[in-house]
């Protein structure tokens, strides 16, 4: 017997039971970056490793860690994507978008590719929704990208989300902070981890994301990097606060949030919920108004999201995210040999003009498509026997209310939608 294929660790198959809750988040979100007036983006699959290695930080865990990296044919080193913003501002710089005004909103939903310890809602290959709006400096920009990623967890049915926010300041700003945190955390190095312990000399900032318990309590002493911001991150960070407040946008002050990525400046947030336990976080976001320069631009602002598709689906209750696109399913039914070509055509009529539609191509009894369209969850049944091809009629039943009667064939689109 030939050996039998699963699926690799750390990825999973979306089968069409569980689809139709996926659709519902991405034609949410289409809806929602069309309606607030961004447009979408597409970027490959892989990138040259370089972009990933400048931007995201050598020392941060998806470059030291997680990536999945080879060299092609040509001896160039390629990475699988790991995260989606240093590839938006690639494609930015490459195709001149700036070009098109001063300030450039785009959104994309996509898979990215990490070589983690796979655990309830973190897989090695995931998908995540987000958004970038570049060109503005302002915190009002800020404060729109904040309110587009809160008000897309409502929409989508996350019960409660929490938006934790805290401000990095400016590189200059980091270094002091980053200085002050490594004196305080040096005379604890015995009661860090080993992975903390190996942060402190390479990247001190990511301790402050730590879930350990015994971590976090000494960090409750520890340097707030809201302290060493100057009068210029101050100032923008109490004007984003205030845009929150005008909106109704509640916010907790989070001064542990510092983001895993180097990119990062000045406004961080994350929104998360407590569906899911330790690992709570649904999306993150903030300011990196370095990276175009350091991908070889000019220095130009920009300020982002992104939000883990499978985390949210675990944050929404099956019956809220379940929601077909569609209400409407009709399953025409063959009853009797000669019906079986009008029963096609109709059913193709049916789905031309937006209606879903199914028949039965494995010649079983009415009683059995009757099962069949019970399994599919249809909401109309449409009969076509020798006698509806003889008087021109098909018997329609109404699947909830039990309500059958019979429709002219050319009346059967206008009747089925307006009911």
Same mark, same amino acid.
């Given at each position: 017997m030939a050996e039998k294929f699963n699926a690799v660790k750390g990825t999973k198959d979306i089968l069409p039971d569980d689809s139709s809750r996926w659709q519902t988040l991405e034609q949410t979100t289409h809806e929602f970056m069309n309606r607030w007036g961004y447009g979408?983006? *597409?970027?490959p699959a892989f990138e040259r490793t370089e972009l990933f290695t400048r931007s995201v930080g050598e020392e941060s865990d998806i470059v030291s860690k997680q990536m999945y990296t080879f060299l092609d044919q040509s001896e160039t080193s390629i990475t699988l994507k790991p995260e989606l913003t240093a590839p938006v501002m690639r494609a930015y710089l490459e195709h001149n978008l700036d070009r098109g005004g001063a300030l450039t909103k785009l959104y994309y939903i996509d898979a990215l590719f990490r070589q983690e310890r796979p655990q309830k809602g973190r897989l090695r290959q995931f998908h995540q929704f987000g958004a970038e709006a570049v060109g503005s400096p302002y915190p009002e920009q800020d404060v729109e990208i904040i309110a587009l990623a809160f008000s897309l967890m409502e929409a989508m049915g996350v019960a409660n989300p929490l938006l934790q926010l805290n401000s990095?300041?400016? *590189?200059?700003?980091?270094?002091?902070?980053?200085n002050a945190l490594v004196e305080f955390l040096a005379p604890h190095s015995g009661d860090l981890s080993e992975t903390s312990r190996q942060r402190l000399e390479t990247n001190p900032l990511r301790i402050l994301d730590t879930k350990d318990e015994g971590e976090r309590a000494i960090l409750k002493d520890a340097p707030r990097i809201l302290d060493f911001l100057d009068d210029t991150d101050r100032e923008h960070y109490e004007a984003v606060k205030v845009g929150l407040d005008t909106l109704g946008?509640?916010?907790e002050q989070n001064d542990l949030l510092v983001r895993g990525l180097d990119y990062y400046s000045q406004t961080t947030f994350e929104i998360t919920s407590d569906a899911l336990g330790a690992q709570n976080a649904l999306c993150g976001g903030g300011r990196y108004d370095d990276l175009l320069e350091e991908l070889g631009g000019k220095p130009t602002p920009a300020v982002g999201f992104a939000a883990g598709m499978e985390r949210i689906l675990l944050a929404i209750p099956e019956e809220s995210a379940a929601d077909s696109v569609e209400t409407l399913k009709v399953f025409v039914i063959t009853a009797g040999e000669k019906a079986g070509t009008a029963v096609m055509k109709t059913t193709m009529n049916l789905r031309a003009n937006g209606i879903p539609a199914d028949f039965d191509t494995l010649n079983r009894s009415v009683k059995a498509q009757m099962r069949e369209a019970n399994r599919q969850d249809a909401?109309?049944?449409?009969?076509?026997g020798e006698e509806e091809l003889a008087s021109g009629t098909c018997q329609v039943k109404d699947l909830a209310t039990g309500k059958q009667q019979s429709v002219p064939f050319k009346e059967l689109f206008k009747h089925l939608t307006s009911v």
């Open positions: 979408e983006i *597409r970027t990095i300041g400016s *590189r200059e700003c980091r270094q002091r902070f980053r946008i509640s916010y909401t109309h049944i449409v009969v076509i």
